[in-house]
């Protein structure tokens, strides 16, 4: 099973993003955004579903790596 940060990576950079665009998009601080992406924090609830909407996946493709 893939790793949360691995699939965060994938799907931002599968919508041609940069982390500071996506930032911008869903209204959180790069340096916060840049922890999720390493494995150093997890991003909450809210944060889930800006990102899902922001990158067009839904929850269970961030949280999983999978459609269900």
Do not use: H
């Not at 691995?6 to 998009?25: A, S």
């Not at 150093?40 to 990158?55: G, M, Q, V, W």
């Amino acid at each position: 099973m893939k790793e949360f940060k691995d699939i965060l990576r994938q799907q931002r950079k599968k919508k041609c993003l940069t982390q500071k665009e996506l930032c911008e998009i869903i209204g959180v601080s790069q340096n916060a955004y840049s922890r999720w992406e390493q494995g150093e924090n997890f991003p909450n609830f809210f944060n889930i579903i800006d990102l899902s909407r922001a990158l067009e996946c839904t929850t269970d493709e961030l949280l999983l790596g999978e459609a269900k």
